[in-house]
């Protein structure tokens, strides 16, 4: 059975930073309310021009570079996401249809902020089948256009930007090691984005109620989220055969400072174990688990060989851990240059759509 390993690693975040401050130009907040609960100090926002598809494919590219790896050579990409860009297509289509990743299948997860844990471990799960090689898993987030910014509640806890992975199949141990995912669908008025699905569809009514916004119950998310954090570690932990001495690094979900230092506590970890960024980011939802473990492998802090367990709680509910053996760079034969290929993405996108309507019109008149 082969390895599934973590070989490629990218992020991208818009550059407009909306500090603490300048939200208590919008809410009545201040910085030091904002940074003791929640432990944030700025977050970023998507320019206009910018969607969860264009942050995702620049964290893509990134990632195929690390892994030296053409669009050409995925064979799936699994995005996930809390703000996709449409019910459908699928972001991952989109994604795919930019990078140019033309042999790739394309799909979206949805597990909220847990989305990137259950997707990791969806492409280790597919590369362990031996049906697949290279997958590329993408986090990309929005946030900002589904957040009510009247409401100082949620307001300050979201910010945009995209990770992502690429997993390679290997036949040397390492990579990903275990993964636990829970879900209680009971749980799930909590935290919710009320209408534009099926149950209550898009009327004068619900946008006026504001039910197209993130609503919480802020208190109840955090209880659930300090309860379930360090026993999901744990979990994860032991069906790997391991204990928190065997590992180097925890990387969490970044919702907020204090529910990571719980988790601490619980799993009887020095905090500095703990890679956190959630005061420059935000709560970036399934972005935050690759953005952090982005930094830490440009830091230097991740090295080759080191133990990771990635751990998230989201809306759902669901919350996760995944254990990784973290694999660096592999050895480069030859250079490839993934970027090049969205031109060509681009070129053959048009040209795809032209060829459309051409067939559309011989279809409609051979009928
Ligand atoms: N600025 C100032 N005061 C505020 C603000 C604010 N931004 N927000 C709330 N308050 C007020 C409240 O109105 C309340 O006032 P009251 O006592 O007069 O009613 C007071 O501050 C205390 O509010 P609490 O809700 O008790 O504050 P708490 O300590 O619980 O912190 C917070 C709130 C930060 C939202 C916290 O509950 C939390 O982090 N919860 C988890 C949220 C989370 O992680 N969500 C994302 C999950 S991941 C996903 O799937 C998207």
Not at 49 to 66: C, D, H, R, Y
Not at 226 to 240: C, F, N, Q, S
Not at 259 to 265: D, G, L, N, Q
Request: glycine share 8%; aromatic share 8%.
């Amino acid at each position: 059975m082969p390895y599934a390993h973590i070989t490629g690693w990218g992020m991208a975040v818009p550059e407009p930073v909306l500090t603490n401050d300048d939200l208590a130009k919008i809410v009545e907040t201040s910085d030091e309310w904002i940074r003791d609960r929640t432990g944030i100090r700025e977050r970023r926002i998507a320019r206009e021009n910018e969607f969860p598809s264009t942050l995702g494919v620049e964290a893509s590219i990134q990632a195929l570079k690390v892994a030296n790896l053409r669009p050409t050579d995925l064979d799936l990409i699994i995005c996930t996401s809390s703000s996709p860009e449409y019910f459908f297509p699928a972001t991952a289509c989109l994604i795919q249809d930019q990078l140019g990743a033309t042999k790739a299948g394309a799909f979206d997860l949805l597990a909220a902020c847990t989305g990137f844990i259950f997707a990791t471990n969806m492409a280790a799960q597919a590369i362990r089948s031996g049906s697949i090689k290279n997958v590329l898993v993408v986090g990309t987030e929005t946030l900002s256009r589904f957040v009510d910014w009247k409401d100082r509640n949620t307001c300050i806890l979201f910010g945009d930007g995209a990770g992502a992975f690429v997993l390679q199949a290997s036949d040397q141990p390492g990579g990903v090691l275990s993964a636990v995912m829970h879900s209680d669908g009971s749980g799930g008025d909590s935290l919710s984005l009320p209408a534009g699905g099926a149950r209550l569809p898009a009327t004068e009514a619900t946008i006026h109620e504001g039910k197209h916004f993130i609503h919480m119950d802020g208190k109840e998310v955090f209880r659930f989220a300090t309860r379930v954090m360090g026993r999901a570690a744990t979990e994860a932990l032991e069906l790997a055969g391991m204990t928190t001495e065997d590992i180097q690094w925890i990387i969490p979900h970044q919702a907020n400072y204090r529910i990571i230092e719980t988790a601490a506590k619980y799993l009887k970890m020095p905090l500095d174990k703990f890679i956190i960024n959630v005061d420059r980011y935000g709560n970036t939802s399934t972005a935050s688990i690759p953005i952090a473990t982005v930094e830490a492998a440009q830091k230097g802090q991740l090295k080759p060989g080191d133990k990771v367990v990635f751990v998230g709680f989201g809306a759902g509910l669901t919350w996760g851990a995944l254990t990784a053996q973290w694999t660096g760079p592999l050895p480069v034969k030859r250079h490839v240059h993934p970027e090049q290929y969205r031109w060509f993405a681009r070129v053959r996108s048009f040209f795809r759509r032209i060829i459309r309507i051409i067939e559309g019109i011989f279809f409609r008149r051979e009928l």
